[in-house]
């Protein structure tokens, strides 16, 4: 509130005015004039006495709304004053608090950053050890193969040399007289110089196979074939019933409630073969799987693979021989036959049992399949510290690499040498010829 006084101007008769304001308001006083004091004025009296203390009342009032008015002056400066005070007080206040929340961001971030960067630097320290490891292996791998590559090629160079010594010896004893491998029990073999065409004219006289390889006489116990059996276990089950032509027939493996589709080669003299592989144009993939080779692929009129599980349940049901027959891009054809042939279970890794055989390199022979698991490129069970399915791919019975993979890359002519991960048998055409056809083929021992 705010209160002016203003003293008149203009002074009635013996008055005095007095103007206040308070706001919008304004009050006017008049207030009768002191006159001097005049102790022997006989009109000087309890009027006058009364009238002073009348003005000396307002004068008090008047004074005390000025102290008044200057205290308010005064408590609403100490009030603004107070009011600054708070503000800068808050302003200081939120600038430390700013100050304060950044020191405290910046401090995390930099421990953020620090922290990134540590893990960025392990990181790539890591990255960097996995990447000479992952250069380790592989030139290990390169190098295993190269050296792998150059003992092939040397077994080939001393598997030629054999052969020319062998030759040599044939001449020496005579040519009427066998060459040493055939004198050593093997099967009859074709040679270059007995080479029929088309080789697989040959695999059709199966008549030789019946024939006791030391002697050349018809085997004893060669069961002949019949009509009386409806459900067939194998060709030779089918050519007992009567039928002697080769083709495509439908068998019940043992064991699997299915059937399968075979191909079978019927020798009314000795018994008919179940063909369990055939390679002959390249036209059927055989880089599979583990699943694949377990089930089996392919045309049983053309290229197969019958199905490591259907063998296996063969094999353990009755006893079995093992043939393979192989062909060259020249035509020349090789046997390698098996007279005990067994293939074990999956948990076994269908590994392979096979004993008594005869064909090239009678000593060694055994030893190219004996008693190894078998393996893709996703199931390794060789005896080598790398996959061999991977580098000499396919699905075989490898050991550590081995001597043999007729489920190799199929290379056509002209491209088949130097080649370690094609087709290939080692005792018959060395370790780097991808072989033109195979086929690979059982039937019940025959005693
Ligand atoms: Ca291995």
Redesign the pocket.
């Given at each position: 509130m705010t209160t002016a006084q203003k003293k008149g101007q203009q002074a009635l008769k013996g008055k005095v005015q007095y103007q206040f304001k308070n706001g919008q308001c304004s009050y006017t006083f008049w207030v009768p004039e002191l006159q001097p004091c005049s102790p022997e004025s006989p009109t000087l009296g309890p009027s006058y006495s009364t009238q002073k203390n009348q003005s000396l009342t307002i004068q008090m009032r008047l004074l005390f709304t000025h102290q008044m008015e200057k205290l308010e002056n005064a408590l609403r400066n100490s009030t603004q004053r107070l009011e600054k005070l708070e503000e800068n007080i808050q302003t200081i206040l939120r600038t430390e608090l700013q100050q304060a929340q950044q020191n405290i961001v910046q401090k995390h971030t930099g421990f953020i950053l620090e922290l990134g960067t540590s893990l960025l630097a392990q990181t790539t320290a890591q990255t960097l050890k996995l990447t000479n490891m992952e250069a380790q292996v592989l030139n290990q791998t390169l190098n295993m193969e190269k050296q792998m590559l150059e003992m092939m090629q040397t077994t080939e160079k001393l598997g030629k040399q054999m052969q020319e010594q062998n030759h040599t010896l044939h001449h020496l004893h005579g040519h009427n007289r066998p060459p040493p491998l055939l004198l050593l029990g093997a099967q009859p073999m074709i040679t270059s110089s007995s080479r029929p065409t088309p080789a697989w004219l040959i695999f059709s006289s199966l008549h030789l196979l019946t024939r006791d390889p030391h002697t050349g006489e018809q085997e004893a116990g060669s069961p002949p074939c019949r009509a009386d059996e409806h459900v067939f276990q194998d060709c030779e089950d089918i050519c007992r019933s009567g039928v002697n032509q080769d083709g495509v027939y439908t068998i019940r493996i043992p064991n699997l409630n299915k059937t399968k589709r075979v191909f079978c080669v019927m020798d009314t003299d000795g018994g008919a073969w179940t063909v369990i592989q055939r390679r002959e144009n390249g036209t059927v993939n055989f880089q599979r799987n583990w699943q694949d080779y377990k089930q089996g692929f392919g045309h049983p009129a053309g290229e197969h693979w019958l199905g490591n599980e259907a063998v296996h349940q063969l094999t353990s049901s009755a006893k079995y021989s093992l043939r393979l027959e192989m062909e060259d891009w020249d035509g020349n054809t090789s046997q390698a036959n098996f007279k005990h042939f067994q293939l074990g279970s999956k948990e076994e890794f269908y590994k392979i049992f096979v004993n008594g055989y005869s064909g090239e390199m009678p000593q060694l022979g055994n030893v190219i399949l004996w008693n190894n698991t078998f393996?893709t490129h996703d199931a390794?069970?060789?005896?080598?510290?790398?996959?061999?399915a991977q580098i000499m791919s396919g699905g075989w019975w490898f050991d550590s690499c081995g001597g043999s993979n007729l489920n190799g890359i199929y290379y056509p002519a002209g491209q088949h040498l130097h080649k370690i991960n094609g087709i290939r048998w080692n005792f018959f055409r060395g370790t780097t010829y991808s072989l033109r056809a195979t086929r690979m083929m059982m039937r019940p021992l025959h005693s």
């Open positions: 393996s390794d069970h060789d005896n080598c510290g790398c996959n061999c």
